[in-house]
């Protein structure tokens, strides 16, 4: 079982270029997340999905968007990417008792 | 509204020293409270978890007790070793569960 596996593992891409990063989970998990991970600002929501067909905005959302058409895919697509969305950003699904269980991440680095 | 306040770090240790890592939390009703590692390069793994007041979790030798009292979760370990270092984070979910909310984070180093 592979759990949570996010494609690309990193990218460097110029900004005002478009970007979709992928996260697949194997588990059938209703409930999927996409954080973003600062120095010093720890672990920010920035979008999520209850189940699929339905979005959520979380705490930093502006710049992102997500699509959820089935229960495995939450893509996070930057639709024109800018420096200060260089980041690490990591894809959760939520498990029984709440627990979230985290994908490897993506390092983005936009220039 | 709910959050999650951790000690910064960065937390530096000899091997087989305790380790105490405070976290504490604001919430509305009763969350569930947990703590998740992650060593670099990796994603995060959780370590325990705490679903209701007065539960103890633990895992891999170390505890946390979920303090409604004193709105407390601190994290402990009574030896550390080299390969627990890593970044501790603390965390909470709302009792829907919808939503999670997590500390800045605590880099432990542990030395030899």
């Avoid at chain 1, 710049?63 to 800018?82: C, K, Q």
Wanted: with cysteine; aromatic share 12%; glycine share 10%.
């Amino acid at each position: 079982i592979a759990g949570i596996t996010q494609a690309p593992t990193s990218q460097i891409l110029a900004a005002g270029r478009r970007m979709t990063l992928r996260c697949t989970q194997d588990m059938r998990h209703n409930a999927m997340y996409w954080y973003r991970q600062d120095l010093g600002l720890g672990l920010r929501l920035i979008h999520y999905s209850n189940t699929a067909g339905t979005t959520g905005k979380g705490e930093v959302p502006d710049g992102y968007s997500v699509s959820r058409a089935n229960t495995d895919d939450f893509p996070l697509t930057l639709a024109s990417a800018v420096p200060s969305q260089t980041s690490v950003y990591f894809c959760a699904s939520r498990g029984g008792t709440h627990t979230q269980y985290f994908g490897p991440g993506t390092r983005l680095t936009v220039l | 509204g709910n959050s999650v306040t951790q000690m910064e770090g960065p937390v530096t240790l000899s091997e087989e020293a305790f380790l105490t890592i405070n976290c504490t939390y604001t919430a509305t009703g009763y969350p569930s409270l947990f703590w998740y590692v992650q060593y670099p390069g990796e994603g995060l793994q959780l370590l325990l978890k705490a679903t209701k007041a007065d539960d103890k979790g633990s895992n891999k030798g170390f505890e946390a007790t979920y303090r409604k009292e004193t709105t407390s979760f601190h994290l402990e370990k009574g030896s550390v070793q080299v390969s627990d270092s890593a970044v501790y984070f603390c965390a909470l979910s709302e009792n829907t569960g919808n939503q999670f909310y997590f500390g800045t984070g605590t880099s432990l180093t542990v030395i030899p």
